[in-house]
């Protein structure tokens, strides 16, 4: 027979691990609103620092602690929303949301080792870059009420207690983030044919054949790399799909020590670019139809941690 004691350290226990469940969660919600693995990671361990800053009373009054986690988290990530504009206007040249590799191909870049599981984000739609991308371009409001409550299924009430505003105003700013992103959504492009473009754009390029690259790009085609003022980058989009198709040839030119790999990035097939087996870059497509609309070049080493052995 269990002891009063025994009885009061297994419910603690309990407790516990009830809490730490909740940590993948909590990455995953971060990174939706954030577009940063680094920046999910320090909000989950802000959120369990002010959990665990509390006293067990405190703690046991708190009916589901997986809501309590979710609302400190969510609110800690409007927060950094909202200055994260102020930060934008110091970052060098344009910012991209942080790719991430695929489930197996997860490297700690702190310790050479896989990842602990709970420190993966589930990649699916939610997660393409593209969508990253038109969440990137909505109000702090916006983003947090339409991916918890399109992406992660809270009630317009639970939204509401998150964000502070009544569920008719979350409505409302769901219904706008919507229409965001309906209107920058391309036609859908099956995966089996988005890998096949991937694949001859990593062909076209690794020959240096401008003509096959431009009739695999759409005529407005464009393409953002991300350097962060940390490596070199151009400052501006390369807009057109002839002027595209030069910047790549020109990169092949200037760099014959590449390695381009084909691979996952953000759940959907992309590149990386490797010298000395170092990844040195991360290439993630958006597909409208049977072309290819946009190219996000991530080079920003900071941003490349989860690639990076």
Known sequence: ?????????????????AVLSERR???????????SVADAEDVVQETYVRWYAMSRQQQEEIASPGAWLTKVAGRIC???????????????????PEPLPDRMEWISGRSGSAADP????????SVSMAFLVVLDSMTPAERVVFVLHDVFHYSFVEVAEIV???PAAC???????????????????????????????????????????????????????????????HLQPIEGGEQVARFFVN???????????????????GLVLQRGGVTVSVLAFDMAGDRIKHIWAVLNPDKLRPWTG
């Open 118 to 125: 709970a420190d993966r984000v589930t990649l699916d739609e």
């Open 251 to 269: 990169a092949a030119e200037n760099a014959p020590d590449l390695t381009i790999v084909e691979s996952h990035v953000n759940g959907q097939p």
């Open 78 to 96: 409007l927060d950094l929303l909202g200055s994260a504009r102020a930060k934008r206007e110091r970052y060098v040249g344009e910012w991209v």
């Open 1 to 17: 027979m269990s002891t009063q004691s025994e009885q009061e350290e297994n419910q603690i226990d309990a407790g516990l691990s």
């Open 171 to 233: 409505r409302k700013l769901a219904s706008s983030a919507r229409h965001r992103v309906h209107a920058q959504r391309a036609p859908a492009t099956a995966t089996p044919q988005r890998a096949g473009m991937v694949r001859d754009f990593r062909q076209a390029w690794e020959a240096q054949d401008i003509e096959a690259l431009i009739g695999l790009l759409d005529p407005d085609a464009t393409t953002i790399t991300d350097g962060g003022g940390v490596v070199g980058a």
């Open 164 to 166: 502070g505003r009544t």
């Open 25 to 35: 969660q909590l990455i995953n919600l971060a990174y939706r609103l954030l577009g």
